[in-house]
């Protein structure tokens, strides 16, 4: 495959951006799309992760911080100038803390919107032109798929801050899907629950592994990155009338973001 997205056969090859490709979900999206026979950029800050990444799948990577203008338009730009891109997956984000409305930290709500809402605009208004252009070329679709979270749709304690971020990541999903009707272009919204990888929670409570470790104790089953990154795949490659507007994955254990299941799931009897 080719950064000119067509094979040897000459069919066209679809190409995604992934940010936050350095690890969790991203990365294992980067690894799902790959497989699916899709050429990818993935994006994110830590270039040895990228570069890692890359050696194991044949994707390439750009290294970018999202929060910065100079960056996004640096992305942009060497998008359009290696290939067509059919596909955008808006996965960089986090969250810093658990206390409070009254006692957390404005800076972290501050570092929230930036990454969970700010930044996913960044992307789409640089990026949004492109998928166009690649539409009027070949005549076929294009995605956005923007990964927010259940706490983008139903609020817990201590969640403040990021249920704010990712109240507004969803909301700015479903403005977008109006503001693209008529066009070919699905806008995609998956909506994971509780997912453990090796960072999340490490990144939200300044790097506490105990506190993060416990997030997941005695928890049975928690998704994944590989869970939520094959509802990703399987969404974009739907075919292209077909458009899974909010998809919301959970553990089995978990009925809410405050109500986890702890131990084995069993019948009541």
């Not at 800076?107 to 992307?123: P, T, Y």
């Not at 590989?226 to 739907?238: C, N, S, Y």
Request: hydrophobic fraction near 50%; charge should be negative; avoid cysteine.
């Amino acid at each position: 495959m080719s950064e000119t997205g067509a094979d040897v056969a000459g069919a066209v090859v679809r190409r995604a951006v992934v940010t936050g490709a350095s690890s969790g979900i991203g990365a294992a999206t980067v690894r799902g799309l790959r497989a699916a026979g899709w050429d990818v950029v993935g994006v994110a800050r830590r270039e040895d992760r990228l570069a890692a990444l890359a050696a194991e799948t044949g994707a390439s990577f750009f290294v970018a911080d999202l929060t910065k203008q100079a960056d996004v338009d640096a992305l942009a730009a060497h998008l359009a100038a290696t290939g067509p891109l059919h596909a955008v997956v808006n996965n960089a984000g986090g969250a810093k803390g658990l206390a409070s409305v009254e006692g957390s930290e404005a800076d972290d709500w501050q570092w929230m919107f930036e990454i969970n809402v700010v930044a996913v605009k960044r992307v789409i208004t640089a990026l949004l032109p492109q998928l166009r252009a690649t539409v009027l070329a070949d005549g076929g679709s294009a995605d956005i798929l923007n990964v927010t979270s259940i706490a983008g749709h139903v609020a817990y304690a201590g969640g403040g801050g990021y249920n704010a971020a990712k109240f507004a990541a969803h909301a700015m999903t479903a403005v977008l899907r109006l503001e693209l009707n008529g066009e070919p272009i699905r806008v995609i919204e998956v909506a994971p629950g509780m997912v453990h990888t090796e960072e999340f929670s490490l990144v939200r409570f300044g790097g506490d592994q105990a506190r993060a470790d416990a997030v997941y104790a005695d928890v049975p089953d928690p998704l994944v990155a590989d869970d939520v990154a094959d509802e990703i795949v399987h969404a974009l490659t739907r075919p292209p009338h077909v458009d899974l507007d909010l998809i919301v994955i959970k553990p089995v254990a978990q009925s809410a973001p405050h109500l986890v299941a702890k131990g084995a799931l069993a019948p009541r009897v």
